[in-house]
């Protein structure tokens, strides 16, 4: 019956396996450049590639190949914070860059390595996405010496600090644009974009079918995410200049990278042209010319990309051009394994997925998984508040490999459901709303029962606690920071398994998903190879004779 039932579950999910790439395939392959293939073609083509025989021979007990694919190092985990809503420091219930400060040691205490900032230019908008000076801070979050402190003080702590830099639109508050909307013959004029200046039709629709032009002094002017953000004109070589001189601006003063907004839709702008294997090339070629001017002033500065999209599209963004795109798919997938709890082989997934990205790369990419951002429900509300499966959920993230981001507040459990106003609420630090460093200019209606940071980090079963050790676990080993994956399979539908491994040693993760004991016989190799116990999230868990024992929502790590 063991052998019966070990049979229908692994030809399930060779099942569930082939249909995941022909959903991926054929959701992309329009995107998708003429010379490049379909991303089952490339996935398949890929995941045969013989990566290094000397890594096989080093592997060869365990057979990791898959897991040996060449990619690049791993910085540790980032913090994604939304400034106005973290901590305030002046009392006007607006977070600053002052209180991002204050809370360096927060970070640092919880785990945390680096830090990425939203939006911190001046902007009309309490979003910052609109951005109406490119060498300045927005003055309710500080000043740029407030900023500079705030570099110095990361730089201690060996965190680095990544920015938002928003180059595919501005405002149109930005003086760019008044002077363009003011005067036809301006040379600003030709830095956006006008429909009947070009010969475009100001009918078009958008990218994924939203209005694209908007009417302005009987003219049409392209903004496609909004009327109140223009499209910058990415083909005239001024605006390219100055979006690197903007780059080389930030990077004097000591930023250590940039997370690149809407990156795919600097040329995708049009439902008519998304399909133009033009439009991925025009994208791929500014972002390489943009890397090689960000190198220029530092060469290990860090880019990722918004790309929202499958791996088939991202892949050419990787290609001497980000290092990194954010794994939008891997974040669904890690949420429904949790709150399901079932596996679903992220192993052989993420492995697929991976050889195409490597061979695109050149072996220099690096994966950024994440649960939940400032655009999506937060993690906690999308599992319904059940504090375990919001634990499995951080426990299957945090071993993976790359670089993961959090989300400020996921750490205690935050909640917020669209609008974007509801995901963006302030940071709870203590149990009283209206103390020392809360914010409120944005209102808080989502998190009533939310537990604080005070109280959380004071429980040793808490939310807050769990991320702790987990953060501190990825941090003290080497393998679940630089290796890479492959699949494991148990055989138990309640499990989640894969192996981390680089040339020279590996680890075997285990993540129980469910609220009953599980028990797993490792296969032979395994059972040989990883036998100690290393790490564990909850009492209980054992290893004796190639047999584990897995407490009710538990991760164990197994090393040799």
């Not at 049009?270 to 943009?290: G, L, M, R, Y």
């Not at 059940?386 to 959090?406: D, V």
């Not at 459990?413 to 963006?424: F, S, T, V």
């Not at 809360?438 to 808490?462: C, G, H, R, W, Y």
Request: charged share 20%.
């Amino acid at each position: 019956m063991l052998t019966s039932r070990r049979w229908l579950v692994s030809l399930f999910q060779m099942f569930t396996l082939t249909l995941l790439v022909m959903l991926l395939a054929s959701g992309c392959e329009s995107a998708a450049p003429a010379q490049k293939p379909t991303e089952e073609q490339a996935l398949s083509a890929n995941a045969s590639t013989d990566h290094s025989s000397s890594m096989e021979a080093d592997a060869s007990t365990l057979k990791l190949k898959d897991a040996l694919i060449p990619m690049g190092e791993s910085d540790g985990v980032f913090y994604e914070i939304f400034v106005r809503s973290f901590y305030d420091t002046n009392g006007d219930g607006i977070g600053d860059l002052n209180g991002v400060t204050a809370k360096l040691d927060y970070l640092e205490e919880l785990g945390i390595q680096h830090i990425w900032l939203m939006p911190i230019n001046p902007s009309p908008s309490y979003h910052g996405y609109d951005v109406t000076d490119y060498y300045d801070i927005h003055p309710d979050y500080g000043t740029l010496e407030d900023f500079k402190l705030l570099l110095a003080e990361a730089h201690k702590r060996d965190m680095k600090i990544i920015m938002d830099l928003v180059v595919n639109h501005t405002s149109i508050e930005h003086p760019w644009f008044k002077e363009a909307m003011s005067d036809e013959n301006s040379p600003k004029r030709d830095w956006y974009m006008w429909a009947e200046e070009l010969g475009l039709d100001s009918g078009t629709r958008g990218a994924w079918g939203q209005q694209a032009w908007h009417e302005l002094q009987g003219r049409h002017y392209l903004g496609i995410f909004w009327e109140g953000m223009p499209d910058l004109h990415m083909d005239q070589p001024e605006v390219r200049a100055e979006i690197k001189q903007i780059a080389e601006f930030w990077l004097k003063l000591g930023v250590d990278g940039f997370r690149l907004d809407a990156a795919k839709h600097v040329y995708e702008d049009f439902q008519n042209t998304s399909q133009d294997p033009k439009v991925v090339s025009s994208n791929q070629a500014w972002w390489q010319e943009f890397r090689t001017a960000v190198h220029e002033g530092n060469a290990s500065a860090y880019l990722i990309g918004e790309v929202w999209d499958s791996p088939a599209v991202i892949g050419p963004f990787l290609n001497q051009g980000l290092d990194s795109a954010f794994n939008f798919d891997m974040s669904k997938r890690l949420i429904s394994m949790a709150k399901d709890e079932r596996d679903a082989d992220i192993g052989a997934m993420i492995s697929r997925i991976y050889s195409f990205y490597s061979k695109q790369s050149n072996g220099q990419f690096v994966d950024a998984p994440f649960l939940t951002n400032h655009d999506e429900n937060r993690v906690m509300s999308e599992l319904e508040g059940h504090i375990e499966h919001a634990k499995m959920a951080a426990s299957l993230l945090l071993t993976l490999p790359g670089n993961p981001f959090i989300y400020y507040g996921e750490e205690i459990g935050m909640q917020g459901m669209k609008p974007d106003e509801r995901i963006r609420e302030p940071m709870i630090w203590t149990t009283e709303r209206r103390s020392q460093g809360m914010t409120f200019s944005v209102e808080a209606l989502s998190n009533p029962d939310t537990i604080s940071v005070e109280a959380q980090m004071k429980d040793p079963n808490s939310l807050w606690t769990h991320y702790k050790k987990l953060l501190q676990y990825r941090q003290s080993d080497a393998i679940l920071q630089q290796g890479g994956i492959q699949s494991y399979v148990t055989g138990a539908p309640e499990v989640a398994a894969f192996i981390r491994a680089t040339a020279d040693e590996a680890r075997l993760v285990l993540h129980n998903l469910s609220s009953h004991p599980q028990q797993v016989k490792l296969e032979d190799a395994a059972a040989h190879s990883l036998h100690t116990l290393s790490f564990a999230t909850a009492d209980g868990a054992a290893i004796s004779n190639g047999v584990v024992q897995l407490p009710p929502y538990s991760t164990i790590v197994l090393s040799p």
